[in-house]
């Protein structure tokens, strides 16, 4: 009978035998060790970082799930077989570790973040006010870094210096929660070198297989290194073997400055210093530079570069190829056809330092077996020494490519890849000739007929009114064999 009524009581009234609740080794172990594992106390400035280190610990011993707050806890109450309602002994186990994770979260939080969540009860909720509080403003951070990011330039920094304020910004942003493309990385590096590194940015982009940040490091170190070895030559050399160079004045049109430039070799080898006629470098000829092959390199514009390095005091009637330059030069009327006076403010000023005027500008023709190419833009100045073809404006206005090698060069039609014209390398120079006898490799034809000059000149009259100049003027002995 009195067993009966114990078991009776025990029934009526369970929470007296409810066993107390269980630390267990791995809440204990959490407990003890947070401040150890997350290194950093949560401040406005760093709550990513801290995130991410509260989530390994919580992950690493199974207490993620108290950070959900769509993960509900236990019902506190279970109903009897009687019809009242008992303490839930899961849910007093629950709420004990769910007190004890809360707590050891708090410590790991400043001073000046705490106020915000001293009055929250459950872990859960502390980490969704905590998320809630330091998104937006984490979003903005990361925008106004990669804005930092975007507008980095190398400027009066050295190399190592530059390579480092991106790598802190990089840095910075994946604090902040948000990650930047190892691609982007290097397109931002490549954005903010200054027009020197022309030639270095072009290299990299028109690789067949991605460069990494480990290889492109020392490659940048590297031709810092170079350029300043070239700006300390070229310092120390007067360059008394420079004839001219074009400088683009502030015209009407507002232009700017820009120049054109190449390199010739002297005749005394042992004495000249070459100037490569692609990349615009010291040291090496046109025939051996590697960009070469590179049919899209164009060389960074400088306010005051060497065109044409001459030793001779006659003008050359050769012309020569020049990447470099943004406009044909001609010292010579006879390579002009629809020739008209020069209105512009542009000079060609001498490597001495002075300068001589456009007279005329025009267009003329470069005839072939195949097909006539077009020089669609050239300055006229009989004070120059030396004719320059613009490589980027030839390919440009007749569609053709220009394949560079030790020997020589290529013209090739871009549709057809037939052979336009084949050329010689002489002296490191890539050399058109000014005549030849045979029709394959006449470079330009400048020897017109009297008939036709005048044509031209006229800007194509039609045939009568050519008769009639012919007829008014006799002793111009104006023939008609130009009208087929």
């Avoid at 390994?56 to 506190?76: C, R, T, V, Y």
């Avoid at 030793?311 to 990447?323: A, E, G, K, M």
């Amino acid at each position: 009978m009195a067993h009966s009524e114990t078991s009776s009581l025990a029934g009526q009234n369970p929470a007296t035998v409810l066993p107390d609740p269980v630390i267990s080794s791995n809440l204990k172990f959490l407990v003890s060790n947070i401040k150890n594992v997350v290194s950093i106390q949560l401040s406005p400035d760093n709550f990513p970082l801290w995130k991410s280190q509260v989530l390994k610990i919580f992950k690493a011993n199974g207490f993620q799930k108290f950070l959900d707050p769509h993960s509900p806890p236990p019902p506190e109450l279970i109903p009897n077989p009687e019809g009242s309602s008992s303490p839930n002994p899961l849910f007093l186990q629950w709420s004990h570790t769910d007190q004890n994770l809360s707590a050891s979260l708090c410590s790991t939080i400043s001073t000046s973040v705490l106020p915000y969540v001293l009055a929250l009860d459950s872990t859960a909720v502390i980490w969704t006010a905590l998320e809630t509080q330091f998104q937006s403003t984490n979003r903005s951070k990361v925008i106004q870094l990669k804005n930092e990011l975007h507008n980095i330039a190398l400027k009066n920094s050295t190399m190592t210096q530059y390579l480092t304020e991106i790598k802190t910004l990089v840095d910075k942003i994946a604090a902040a929660g948000s990650v930047v493309d190892t691609e982007d990385i290097i397109l931002y590096i490549l954005n903010g070198l200054p027009p020197s590194y022309q030639s270095f940015k072009t290299a990299i982009r028109t690789m067949l297989t991605p460069i990494h940040l480990d290889q492109l490091y020392p490659l940048l170190l590297s031709e810092e290194v170079n350029l300043a070895n070239d700006a300390a030559k070229t310092t120390g050399n007067s360059d008394p073997n420079t004839a001219l160079f074009v400088s683009r004045g502030r015209g009407r049109r507002s232009r700017g400055r820009s120049s054109t430039n190449t390199a010739r070799e002297s005749r005394n080898s042992t004495s000249a210093t070459l100037t490569c006629q692609i990349c615009l470098k010291r040291g090496h000829s046109a025939a051996s530079c590697w960009h070469r092959a590179n049919l899209q390199y164009t060389p960074p514009a400088t306010q005051q570069s060497t065109a044409l390095l001459a030793t001779n005091t006659t003008p050359d009637s050769s012309w020569y190829l020049d990447s470099g330059a943004s406009a044909h030069l001609t010292n010579s009327m006879d390579n002009l056809s629809l020739s008209r006076p020069y209105q512009g403010s542009d000079t060609i000023t001498i490597g001495d330092g002075t300068s001589v005027g456009i007279t005329n500008t025009g267009a003329g023709l470069l005839p072939n077996p195949s097909r006539k190419l077009h020089l669609s833009k050239i300055l006229y100045s009989p004070a120059i020494r030396y004719n320059l073809i613009s490589i980027s404006q030839l390919t440009k206005d007749n569609d053709i490519t220009i394949t560079f090698n030790p020997s020589g060069f290529i013209l090739k039609d871009m549709k057809t890849h037939k052979v336009l014209f084949q050329g010689p390398c002489n002296n490191g120079l890539y050399t058109l000739p000014a005549g030849s006898s045979t029709e394959a490799n006449k470079a330009l034809t400048a020897d017109l007929t009297k008939a036709e000059s005048w044509h031209r000149k006229l800007r194509h009259p039609n045939k009568h009114t050519f008769d009639l100049i012919s007829k008014c003027n006799p002793n111009l002995n104006l023939g008609k064999s130009y009208f087929f």
